[in-house]
Nanobody, 123 residues
């Protein structure tokens, strides 16, 4: 089991910057990927959008809508993943969820989610 705690959401004006942080605890030695997804207002959990993720296998992947504006950083010693967001637009308004992929005792990948932190970008 992996537990996740997010911080850093809030209200920011368009064009501004914000930093999100996520800290993992529990079975951190089984983590294979850490990153962020977001769920825009009116969207369902199934419609969560990849923001950025850092995977052991194939490195860092960004969602198309955030490339060049957001930077994800993963610290395996501290078991954290941060998301630095620049040049925010109202379309970035969403609940941001920390996501971790970790292997369970049977060797299967399991997804773990934080509770989410709200980012609101005003125009």
């Amino acid at each position: 089991q992996v537990q996740l705690v997010e911080s850093g959401g809030g209200v920011v004006q368009a064009g501004g910057s914000l930093r999100l942080s996520c800290s993992a605890s529990g079975s951190v030695h089984t983590i294979r990927a850490m990153g962020w997804f977001r769920q825009a207002p009116g969207k369902t959990r199934r419609q969560r959008e990849l923001v950025a993720i850092v995977r052991d296998d194939d490195g860092t992947v960004y969602g198309d809508s955030v490339k060049g504006r957001f930077l994800v950083s993963r610290d395996d010693a501290a078991h954290t993943v941060d998301l630095q967001m620049h040049n925010l637009t109202p379309e970035d308004t969403a609940d941001y969820y920390c996501n971790v992929v970790a292997k369970n005792q049977a060797g299967y990948d399991m997804n773990y989610w934080g509770k989410g932190t709200l980012v609101t970008v005003s125009s």
